[in-house]
Structures are given as C-alpha cells and as structure tokens.
C-alpha cells in the first residue's frame, strides 16, 4: 500500500501535529501544498494525470530549516526558498526522471542552490525529497572552519551523493526527529536539543561538499527555446495555435522543436503545452468562487469544446471542473 493510500478524500490541508519548531501537513492540492512551506514562495504544476497527494514535514532549528517534501505526481516547480540560505536538496527515493532547468539529472545527486536562484524542476512521480535550507553567512563560516572550499557565487551545482553514506545518515537523522516530535519525546523548544540535530546535519553536509567535482547547473540552449515557446503559447491564447506556428515564431524546423521539449522536460510540445493551459485553469477555478463559470475559464485557456476540456481536466486532476470551482 503507498503511503498516500492513508490520505483522507477531503481536499483540505489536513494539520497532522504541529509545535514552535516543527509541523507535518497533508493536502490534496498542489496549489495549497506549495503553500505549506514557511517562508518560501513557490509555484508547481501538474504534469502526470492523477489525484495529487502530498506530505510535508517541516523543522525549525533556528538557522536552518528542514523540510521532508513526499509527493506522488510529477511536477514543475519554479520560485525561491527562504531569503538568504543556502539549499541543499537531496532525493531520499523517487521512481523516474528529474530535470533541472533542462538537465536531466540522474540518481544519486544532490542540487545545491541560492535561496534567490533555484532552478525549475520537473519532478519524477512518488518523489520522497529532503531539503536543508542553512544560513547562508553561518554555512560558509562553518565550511572555512572546516577548510572546505565552496564557491556560493557558481551555484546552483549538483553533488555525487551515490558513494556516500549521506542520504541514508540524514534519512536516519530525520526519522529521528519525526518519531521524537511525533511521541514528545524530542522537546525541539529545547535549544540544547536543536543545536545536537543541526549540528548532526551539518556534519552530514560536510561529507557532501567535498566529495567530487560539482556540476554546474545552467539552462541549456534547448531550454530557452522550450521557455520561448511556452511564453509565445501562453500570449496567444485567442488563436488556434499550431506547432507550425511555434517553428515559423521561434525559427525552428518541427523535429528540432520536439528534441527540445523531449530532451529538456521528458515531453513533446503539444501535451506539455496543454498541460500548462490545464494547470492555469485549475488556479483560476480554485480561485473563481462565484465570479467566473467553467466555460469561461476554458474559452480563456484556449479551449473551446467544454466538454473536451472537462474530460481532460478530470484525467489530469481526478475531479471535474465544477468540483474545483465549488470547492
């Protein structure tokens, strides 16, 4: 049985526990998941056809902030984290591909990035993502103590963490502090309590940061083309647009067009784009209230035939329309 086969059916937000230094969510909406983490300002969307479900975990241990993100549909996450950290993200387990800002990143890395300069992800499905946010000022102090070298100014860069011990150490860290926080046998109002579970992660991070030759991650020329195509896709919603158009627009033959969305998000240009329409409609359905109908919505995202537009919004969300709209 998955872990969110647990979940209750409401679409609510549902508090699990909650305390000064630490608190556990659940929710059946993207939007408002992405809404659960304190301090950062993020924005997903859906790109795999199902039921979203999603679990955060979150710890406050003064100057780092520790989030365990469990979700189970893949999806396009965009934004930044607390100002003025460091983010170290390391996937505990996930079950297909990661892309980040086009770059197809393989198993056993961890993304290292600037609060302000995180790149766009396209997450794999049932993605169990851990994410240390540390001070940044304190990080580096902390990493000159230990004579280890680090470029903040080149980042965001990923980390070979497959020889390592690390996800495995901090996934046992982790555990610790859910089962203490979640039995009250972990006081995190202690600071003395605080200061031994930040200092285990940092001890961690450590063994990261030194390990190999980090890669730089930049958005490769594909990637500007696909981000090119989506502006223009999203800017003509009113016309019937074709991929022939995307090419004469972006000056680019059909075949290279889809090499750049398949190489750099794992998906062709007409579902992706499709997709994006789906996923705005759903923001501004979860949003209307009384203000808008659903035929307005879709006319405003390019679909015309509501009952086409309903179908696919209920393969790729597991509700109709209307049930967001009203929710």
């Known amino acids: 049985m998955s872990m969110y086969d647990t979940f209750a059916s409401s679409t609510t937000p549902r508090l ?6 630490s608190r556990h969510v659940s929710s059946q909406d993207i939007d408002e998941h992405a809404e ?3 301090d950062w300002q993020l924005t997903y969307d859906q790109m795999s056809a199902g039921r979203f479900h999603g679990e955060l975990t979150e710890f406050s241990l003064d100057w780092m ?3 365990r993100d469990r979700t189970n549909q893949s999806l396009i996450k965009r934004g930044s984290a607390k100002p003025g950290t460091i983010n170290f993200s390391i ?3 996930f079950s297909g591909d990661l892309y980040c800002d086009g770059n197809l990143v393989s198993g056993g890395k961890a993304l290292v990035a600037h609060a302000d300069d995180l790149p766009q992800l396209r997450t794999p499905d049932e993605m169990d993502l851990l994410v240390v946010a540390v001070d940044m000022e304190i990080l580096e102090r902390e990493l000159t103590l230990q004579g280890i070298a680090f470029e903040s100014r080149h980042l965001p860069k990923t980390y070979l963490v497959k020889d390592l011990d690390l996800p495995r150490n901090l996934r046992t860290i982790l555990e ?3 089962y203490g926080c979640a039995s009250s046998t972990a006081d995190l ?4 309590l605080r200061h031994q579970f930040r200092d285990a992660i940092m001890l961690q991070l450590f063994e990261l940061l030194p390990s190999s030759q980090p890669v730089e991650i930049t958005p490769s ?3 500007r083309t696909v981000d090119r195509a989506c502006e223009y896709a999203l800017a003509h919603l009113d016309e019937p647009l074709t991929i022939l158009d995307l090419c004469r627009t972006l000056g680019a033959s059909r075949r290279k067009l889809q090499y750049c969305f398949q190489e750099t998000l ?3 240009p007409v579902a992706y784009l499709r997709t994006l329409r789906l996923n705005a409609a759903r923001r501004e359905l979860r949003q209307g209230a009384d203000l808008v109908s659903v035929q307005e919505v879709a006319s405003r995202w390019g679909f015309w035939h509501l009952s086409r537009f309903s179908s696919e919004y209920r393969t790729m969300f597991g509700e109709r329309p209307s049930q967001t709209l009203h929710r």
């Open 65 to 67: 902030q520790v989030i």
């Open 16 to 21: 699990i526990s909650t305390s000064p230094f």
């Open 176 to 178: 610790n502090l859910e």
């Open 36 to 38: 659960q983490v304190s």
């Open 189 to 192: 109002n202690d600071e003395r």
């Open 221 to 223: 020329n594909r990637k």
């Open 266 to 268: 794992g998906t062709n």
């Open 91 to 93: 996937p505990l387990s």
